[in-house]
């Protein structure tokens, strides 16, 4: 089966595909994931998704690539990796008791071909969290480095009563949508 090549650094997005039974290779895209979302959210996400795989597959002529960003955002507000742990913090205590959404875009470049998609997961924060608890999992570290500031599948889980949407997608890639593509492309068990 071909290799597919990963312009990612997500150990998660990584074991999403493998476990599905695709090869894949990992490569950094080394993008400025800093910039401003003129279009939105989804704007944001697909832009950086388009940036990411462009970027890797200018190495690898012929391959194929893809690529993912996740935003967060509550009202068109957008919710990066916490700056520091006040940010975290302070972002976690503001989004207690409140829904957001957790966007992710995908795109996927080959020879002479681009498909694209992005999923919108609905997520809903407890009201009942306390400041002592937030603090707690701040100071765990595992939500550093996330887009919202948190990790859902792991300790993060307790933020959260419910979420509407794709379970994929809140672990940074809406791997269905994405397995569709792959396999209208020839993927196949076995086979690629």
């Not at 597919?4 to 994931?33: C, F, M, N, Y």
């Not at 990066?80 to 957001?100: A, E, I, V, Y």
Request: net charge neutral; with cysteine.
């Amino acid at each position: 089966m071909e290799s597919l090549i990963l312009a990612s650094t997500s150990p998660t997005r990584r074991k999403l595909l493998e476990g599905a039974g695709v090869r894949v290779q990992v490569e950094d895209p080394r993008v400025d994931e800093h910039i401003t979302a003129p279009d939105g959210p989804e704007g944001l996400a697909s832009g950086l998704a388009r940036r990411k795989a462009r970027a890797v597959a200018l190495h690898h002529p012929g391959s194929w690539v893809l690529a993912a960003d996740q935003v967060v955002h509550q009202g068109g507000e957008i919710f990066g990796k916490p700056r520091n742990r006040d940010d975290h913090l302070s972002r976690l205590k503001f989004m207690r008791g409140q829904t957001h959404e957790l966007i992710t875009a995908w795109v996927l470049l080959g020879p002479g071909d681009m498909a694209r998609g992005a999923s919108t997961t609905r997520m809903h924060v407890r009201g009942d969290v306390d400041d002592h608890e937030l603090a707690h999992y701040v100071a765990s570290g595992e939500g550093t480095f996330c887009a919202g500031g948190y990790a859902a599948e792991g300790h993060g889980s307790f933020l959260f009563d419910r979420i509407e949407g794709d379970w994929f997608n809140v672990l940074g890639l809406p791997l269905l949508d994405v397995l569709t593509a792959l396999r209208a492309r020839g993927w196949r068990q076995g086979v690629r």
